[in-house]
């Protein structure tokens, strides 16, 4: 009944419905409505082509048609829906489908080891794959919170040193650039805002003080960030004395009471109200971290020098943010504004800006996190590498877990061989035995995403914790589950492909006899298999080795200072002025301090460098810049530097101010054979300074490049000190000495807010990157392990049942347990060998040159490939020798009875 | 009891079905349906809900003759039965029941 016959058509001549929609109909809607559908719609078609013409009509019926593609039109025989027609209802070919699934689930449950093994080793690579998916996309979304992403850029310019011909960058730019950009360059950019950098401030109100991070720049952010303002609006900074509070800060300083027009003192110094709130930037942007917005203007009103550099071309200091205007790209404006300094600043600075060719570009958002290292001034690389090295890493997982699935159905064939046999003498064809073995894995897959998912839900605290990241599962967000689906997808078909077209290729008649051998070649792709594994395995445990050995290389690497019991804290108040001395007096009352002094920058960082120096036989092309602390009288005696010669600061002499300390690599760089007792000129040609003492390099800035030259000059009044340096005396413990030491600073400068900070802490968050790393590295280094493992395990209980017989005959003949545990454990101690011979020059190569990055770094020893090959084999036999050892205890006769 | 509860159109068809004088299929149906109502309604939504009728029992249906212009297709045609009849006079009771209970002269407040 499926054919219908169409006798005497009356339109055989005028006009038809279009065919292909019926045929569309034909072929979808279930036998037993098909015909009054299709006749009800042709007795319409026909009625329509007279009222409104055959076009119509036409378009009319093919929308009538696709309205009839619903389930409800499908759906084999209904019960109570007509009668049926035809004897024989369309096949559903999910009904093959349904059977493929039992099959499945059967096996799944006959062999539950194997099962066992089979999922949660695909589950683990499933759930490292998607966490690493999780963090790419977070790398990937970095600072999109912005819808005007795309639009915003910073300021930077690249300058040439004429002598050693080295470009270089900065992202540091004069005052007066911004007016001259915005009255010549204005119809580039939207917004063109000065701002000053990102900084800790002291936020108080009455008694309450909070130490907050904060940002002073042009109002015209908050329409720049598309922030979401919870109270106030775009204009809220347009006052001079405000501030516009994220929705946290907020509720850390007002608790549950309205902000508006709150007034608020940033560094007990600058009063400002409160006009808006903004809800809190996600951590993975830029601007994640401000905590409040304050005007730029605002913040030159309370600075006197920046006050007087605001014509001052000679002075870059000042960070510049632009929004482009729409139409305008990246491209044009870039080229707009590339000789800006050349164009359009006074003769004397342009003429600066030719000789040290100075070009203006824009570093775009889009690239501030990805591509955040700089090479000769333009942005080049950065978080990214990791991005795709981890990317690297999440597929190997998968694909090693894959591995897994693999080896075991093919291993397991020859048991399903019978089942095949059979299905193929009962007419199956290839195509459906493919579909079978593939529903499989996908019933496997379904299940190890299931798994995976709640794995995932108990290491995303973990993972978040050492990756310093916020993720989540979006679970609501329909992207999610169609990336998943697609992951589902993809995974069926590289873990169940293999499988699918080995298994369906057995010729039944040799299975049904009985005679299938499988060749010598049969296991050959396995072992490859293993060996994959095995050689990433290897390379990550080499890998992670490595890392964790040039961490502590660089940890265990001469400070030059001792920083126990020390601890900053910043001079932000100017009420400290005049106190300094009564402070410290007071400290070493209490006795638990043992000694209290001053410098411009803390121990772990230098923040002031210095050009244009000469001295006595200097090389007029090498650069000329130092970097620049100023110290009190007992800051050396303090920290305990170390003289290599000549004499600290001393009060004894009266001219220690004109005075200066250098550190070894600056005594070498100035290449003079008795630096104690030279001067060293200012680059106003006037001024100079004695070098009275040499010391041991101080590690402050990277603890893996060397540090860089530097002088100490004394700091006898206090003028330039930013930081209070405290140590506290060895034989009293923190917990006790700080509430003494913040009970002083209370009594002496009450408002000041006590921010303290250990500097042993500070000076291991430079590690924090490489240990992040080291820490990823051991785990997925553990997983891959584990999961190489499982696969080994599975194969090698395989092989030893496969071999019950072979071992049961070699028993009776008198092979002793050793004999046999040495015959199974050979293979695949030989594949790990093998892949040992990859992995070890691989890995050398790759770590040779991860470690080249690095100034300071430890060796690759012979020791450590010893000690992973060594490893890789012991946990190789250790699983292996599980199932071998059991197969040869197997009594004879049990094998051997069973025929 | 739920079953007999009619969604909208189920409603409309069913009364349209009532209404006819002979036995109708899927087209006579849906042209009564927008002359009625003014809407446009497709051929797979009217055949939808007059099979839905008739699992709940309420339509019966037999296979009427075909017609040239239906490319030699038979009909499917549909008649109301005894219990499609309960529930038209159920529904229409029911609304009886809830006019009786507007308040008088409310609706002249609404100038209406």
Same mark, same amino acid.
């Given at each position: 009944?499926?054919?219908?016959?169409?006798?005497?058509?009356?339109?055989?001549?005028?006009?038809?419905?279009?065919?292909?929609?019926?045929?569309?109909?034909?072929?979808?809607?279930?036998?037993?409505?098909?015909?009054?559908?299709?006749?009800?719609?042709?007795?319409?078609?026909?009625?329509?082509?007279?009222?409104?013409?055959?076009?119509?009509?036409?378009? !009319?019926?093919?929308?009538?048609?696709?309205?009839?593609?619903?389930?409800?039109?499908?759906?084999?025989?209904?019960?109570?829906?007509?009668?049926?027609?035809?004897?024989?209802? &369309?096949?559903?070919?999910?009904?093959?489908?349904? %059977?493929?699934?039992?099959?499945?689930?059967?096996?799944?449950?006959?062999?539950?080891?194997?099962?066992?093994?089979?999922?949660?080793?695909?589950?683990?690579?499933?759930?490292?794959?998607?966490?690493?998916?999780?963090?790419?996309?977070?790398?990937?979304?970095?600072?999109?919170?912005?819808?005007?992403?795309?639009?915003?850029?910073?300021?930077?310019?690249?300058?040439?040193?004429?002598?050693?011909?080295?470009?270089?960058?900065?992202?540091?730019?004069?005052?007066?650039?911004?007016?001259?950009?915005?009255?010549?360059?204005?119809?580039?950019?939207?917004?063109?805002?000065?701002?000053?950098?990102?900084?800790?401030? *002291?936020?108080?109100?009455?008694?309450?003080? =909070?130490?907050?991070?904060?940002?002073?720049?042009?109002?015209?952010?908050?329409?720049?960030?598309?922030?979401?303002?919870?109270?106030?609006?775009?204009?809220?900074?347009?006052?001079?004395?405000?501030?516009?509070?994220?929705?946290?800060?907020?509720?850390?300083?007002? /608790?549950?009471?309205?902000?508006?027009?709150?007034?608020?003192?940033?560094?007990?110094? =600058?009063?400002?109200?409160?006009?808006?709130?903004?809800?809190?930037?996600?951590?993975?942007?830029?601007?994640?971290?401000?905590? #409040?917005?304050?005007?730029?203007?605002?913040?030159?009103?309370?600075?006197?020098?920046?006050?007087?550099?605001?014509?001052?071309?000679?002075?870059?200091?000042?960070?510049?943010?632009?929004?482009?205007?729409?139409?305008?790209?990246? !491209?044009?404006?870039?080229?707009?504004?590339?000789?800006?300094?050349?164009?359009?600043?006074?003769?004397?600075?342009?003429?600066?800006?030719?000789?040290?060719?100075?070009?203006?570009?824009?570093?775009?958002?889009?690239?501030?996190?990805?591509?955040?290292?700089?090479?000769?001034?333009?942005?080049?690389?950065?978080?990214?590498?990791?991005?795709?090295?981890?990317?690297?890493?999440?597929?190997?997982?998968?694909?090693?877990?894959?591995?897994? #699935?693999?080896?075991?159905?093919?291993?397991?064939?020859?048991?399903?061989?019978?089942?095949?046999?059979?299905?193929?003498? =009962?007419?199956?064809?290839?195509?459906?035995?493919?579909?079978?073995?593939?529903?499989?894995?996908?019933?496997?897959?379904?299940?190890?995403?299931?798994?995976?998912?709640?794995?995932?839900?108990?290491?995303?605290?973990?993972?978040?914790?050492?990756?310093?990241?916020?993720?989540?599962?979006?679970?609501?967000?329909?992207?999610?589950?169609?990336?998943?689906?697609?992951?589902?997808?993809?995974?069926?078909?590289?873990?169940?492909?293999?499988?699918?077209?080995?298994?369906?290729?057995?010729?039944?008649?040799?299975?049904?006899?009985?005679?299938?051998?499988? /060749?010598?070649?049969?296991?050959?792709?396995?072992?490859?298999?293993?060996?994959?594994?095995?050689?990433?395995?290897?390379?990550?445990?080499?890998? *992670?080795?490595?890392?964790?050995?040039?961490?502590?290389?660089?940890?265990?690497?001469?400070?030059?200072?001792?920083?126990?019991?020390?601890?900053?804290?910043?001079? %932000?108040?100017?009420?400290?002025?005049?106190?300094?001395?009564?402070?410290?007096?007071?400290?070493?009352?209490?006795?638990?301090?043992?000694?209290?002094?001053?410098?411009?920058?803390?121990?772990?960082?230098?923040?002031?460098?210095?050009?244009?120096?000469?001295?006595?036989?200097?090389?007029?092309?090498?650069?000329?810049?130092?970097?620049?602390?100023?110290?009190?009288?007992?800051?050396?005696?303090?920290?305990?530097?170390?003289?290599?010669?000549?004499?600290?600061?001393?009060?004894?002499?009266?001219?220690?101010?004109?005075?200066?300390?250098?550190?070894? *690599?600056?005594?070498?760089?100035?290449?003079?054979?008795?630096?104690?007792?030279?001067?060293?000129?200012?680059?106003?040609?006037?001024?100079?300074?004695?070098?009275?003492?040499?010391?041991?390099?101080?590690?402050?800035?990277?603890?893996?490049?060397?540090?860089?030259?530097?002088?100490?000059?004394?700091?006898?009044?206090?003028?330039?000190?930013? &930081?209070?340096?405290?140590?506290?005396?060895?034989?009293?413990?923190?917990?006790?000495?700080?509430?003494?030491?913040?009970?002083?600073?209370?009594?002496?400068?009450?408002?000041?807010?006590?921010?303290?900070?250990?500097?042993?802490?500070?000076?291991?968050?430079?590690?924090?990157? !490489?240990?992040?790393?080291?820490?990823?590295?051991?785990?997925?280094? *553990?997983?891959?392990?584990?999961?190489?493992?499982?696969?080994?395990? /599975?194969?090698?209980?395989?092989?030893? !049942?496969?071999?019950?017989?072979?071992?049961?005959?070699?028993?009776?003949?008198?092979?002793?347990?050793?004999?046999?545990?040495?015959?199974?454990?050979?293979?695949?101690?030989?594949?790990?060998?093998?892949?040992?011979?990859?992995?070890?020059?691989?890995?050398?190569?790759?770590?040779?040159?991860?470690?080249?990055?690095?100034?300071?770094?430890?060796?690759?020893?012979?020791?450590?490939?010893?000690?992973?090959?060594?490893?890789?084999?012991? =946990?190789?036999?250790?699983?292996?020798?599980?199932?071998?050892?059991?197969?040869?205890?197997? %009594?004879?006769?049990?094998?051997?009875?069973?025929? | 009891?739920?079953?007999?509860?009619?969604?909208?159109?189920?409603?409309?068809?069913?009364?349209?079905?009532?209404?006819?004088?002979?036995?109708?299929?899927?087209?006579?149906?849906?042209?009564?349906?927008?002359?009625?109502?003014?809407?446009?309604?497709?051929?797979?939504?009217?055949?939808?809900?007059?099979?839905?009728?008739?699992?709940?029992?309420?339509?019966?249906?037999?296979?009427?003759?075909?017609?040239?212009?239906?490319?030699?297709?038979?009909?499917?045609?549909?008649?109301?039965?005894?219990?499609?009849?309960?529930?038209?006079?159920?529904?229409?009771?029911?609304?009886?029941?809830?006019?009786?209970?507007?308040?008088?002269?409310?609706?002249?407040?609404?100038?209406?």
């Amino acid at each position: 009944m499926k054919k219908q016959q169409k006798p005497d058509n009356p339109s055989s001549s005028g006009p038809t419905s279009p065919r292909w929609a019926d045929r569309l109909l034909e072929w979808f809607v279930a036998p037993h409505l098909l015909e009054y559908v299709q006749g009800d719609l042709q007795e319409l078609f026909y009625k329509r082509v007279e009222q409104v013409g055959p076009t119509r009509a036409r378009r !009319e019926y093919v929308w009538a048609v696709f309205h009839c593609l619903t389930p409800f039109f499908h759906k084999p025989l209904r019960q109570g829906t007509g009668k049926p027609i035809s004897d024989y209802p &369309q096949p559903a070919h999910t009904a093959m489908l349904r %059977n493929y699934f039992k099959i499945a689930f059967r096996n799944l449950a006959k062999n539950k080891g194997y099962s066992f093994i089979n999922i949660s080793g695909l589950a683990m690579g499933m759930a490292v794959t998607m966490l690493i998916g999780l963090w790419i996309y977070d790398e990937i979304s970095f600072n999109q919170y912005h819808k005007n992403y795309d639009g915003i850029a910073q300021v930077r310019r690249l300058y040439t040193d004429p002598n050693i011909q080295k470009t270089d960058g900065t992202d540091a730019m004069q005052f007066p650039m911004g007016a001259a950009l915005k009255s010549h360059y204005h119809h580039y950019f939207k917004h063109i805002l000065m701002a000053w950098w990102v900084s800790d401030y *002291t936020v108080s109100v009455a008694d309450k003080k =909070i130490q907050k991070k904060g940002e002073f720049i042009d109002p015209g952010v908050l329409d720049m960030l598309s922030l979401k303002m919870l109270r106030g609006s775009y204009a809220s900074l347009n006052e001079l004395h405000s501030i516009v509070l994220s929705k946290s800060t907020s509720e850390a300083i007002f /608790g549950d009471e309205d902000p508006i027009n709150k007034k608020l003192k940033i560094d007990n110094r =600058i009063d400002v109200v409160v006009t808006g709130v903004y809800a809190d930037i996600p951590k993975n942007n830029r601007f994640g971290e401000v905590e #409040f917005f304050s005007p730029w203007d605002l913040w030159v009103a309370s600075n006197d020098w920046i006050k007087q550099n605001e014509t001052e071309w000679g002075n870059s200091s000042f960070g510049i943010y632009v929004q482009l205007q729409p139409p305008i790209s990246l !491209e044009t404006a870039n080229a707009g504004i590339n000789d800006f300094y050349q164009k359009s600043t006074p003769k004397e600075m342009a003429d600066r800006a030719a000789k040290y060719g100075y070009e203006v570009f824009l570093y775009p958002m889009n690239e501030w996190h990805l591509f955040s290292e700089f090479k000769n001034g333009r942005a080049a690389g950065g978080q990214i590498t990791f991005v795709w090295l981890f990317g690297c890493v999440g597929l190997f997982v998968l694909l090693l877990a894959c591995i897994n #699935f693999m080896n075991l159905s093919t291993a397991r064939s020859e048991k399903r061989a019978k089942e095949i046999g059979v299905r193929k003498a =009962i007419g199956s064809l290839k195509n459906q035995l493919i579909q079978q073995f593939l529903s499989e894995s996908f019933l496997v897959v379904i299940l190890s995403f299931v798994v995976s998912m709640l794995l995932i839900l108990i290491a995303l605290p973990w993972f978040n914790h050492v990756a310093d990241k916020e993720l989540s599962l979006p679970f609501s967000n329909s992207f999610f589950w169609i990336i998943s689906l697609v992951f589902i997808v993809v995974t069926t078909f590289l873990a169940g492909a293999y499988p699918a077209f080995y298994l369906s290729a057995f010729q039944p008649v040799k299975v049904l006899k009985g005679t299938i051998r499988l /060749g010598r070649f049969a296991a050959m792709p396995r072992k490859v298999l293993v060996v994959v594994q095995f050689t990433v395995s290897v390379v990550l445990i080499i890998g *992670t080795i490595v890392v964790f050995k040039q961490i502590q290389y660089a940890q265990d690497r001469p400070v030059g200072y001792n920083r126990e019991g020390l601890i900053t804290i910043p001079k %932000n108040d100017p009420n400290y002025v005049g106190k300094l001395d009564v402070l410290r007096t007071e400290l070493l009352k209490t006795g638990m301090v043992a000694g209290m002094e001053l410098s411009s920058s803390p121990l772990t960082a230098v923040w002031n460098n210095m050009g244009g120096f000469s001295w006595s036989g200097k090389d007029p092309e090498v650069a000329d810049d130092f970097a620049i602390t100023d110290v009190s009288y007992g800051f050396g005696q303090l920290v305990h530097w170390q003289l290599m010669a000549g004499r600290d600061f001393s009060k004894a002499f009266a001219t220690d101010s004109t005075k200066m300390i250098i550190n070894e *690599t600056a005594a070498k760089y100035l290449g003079l054979k008795k630096p104690v007792g030279e001067f060293i000129t200012f680059y106003d040609g006037k001024t100079s300074r004695q070098i009275i003492g040499v010391i041991k390099d101080m590690v402050r800035n990277s603890p893996y490049e060397p540090e860089k030259r530097a002088f100490f000059f004394l700091d006898a009044n206090y003028n330039s000190a930013s &930081q209070i340096d405290i140590k506290i005396k060895p034989t009293v413990s923190a917990t006790e000495a700080l509430p003494k030491i913040e009970a002083v600073f209370r009594k002496v400068v009450p408002s000041a807010a006590f921010d303290y900070k250990f500097v042993d802490r500070e000076f291991a968050k430079k590690f924090s990157n !490489e240990e992040r790393i080291s820490k990823l590295a051991s785990f997925f280094a *553990t997983l891959v392990i584990f999961i190489s493992c499982l696969g080994l395990f /599975g194969l090698a209980s395989f092989v030893a !049942e496969q071999r019950t017989k072979e071992i049961g005959v070699r028993k009776v003949l008198g092979a002793s347990v050793l004999n046999l545990w040495g015959l199974l454990s050979k293979d695949f101690v030989s594949l790990v060998s093998i892949a040992l011979g990859i992995a070890i020059p691989m890995s050398w190569y790759a770590l040779t040159s991860w470690l080249e990055k690095y100034t300071y770094r430890t060796e690759i020893s012979w020791w450590i490939f010893a000690v992973s090959g060594a490893g890789a084999l012991l =946990i190789t036999l250790l699983t292996v020798s599980f199932q071998s050892v059991k197969a040869a205890l197997i %009594n004879p006769v049990k094998s051997l009875r069973s025929e | 009891m739920k079953k007999t509860i009619l969604g909208e159109l189920e409603e409309l068809v069913l009364l349209v079905v009532a209404a006819s004088s002979d036995d109708v299929y899927g087209v006579p149906v849906m042209e009564q349906l927008q002359a009625l109502t003014g809407r446009s309604f497709t051929v797979s939504a009217v055949h939808t809900t007059l099979y839905r009728l008739e699992e709940k029992g309420f339509l019966s249906s037999s296979v009427g003759g075909a017609t040239a212009e239906r490319g030699g297709r038979r009909k499917r045609l549909f008649a109301l039965t005894a219990a499609g009849g309960r529930v038209l006079l159920e529904i229409q009771q029911m609304r009886q029941q809830l006019w009786q209970s507007i308040p008088v002269g409310k609706l002249e407040l609404l100038g209406l």
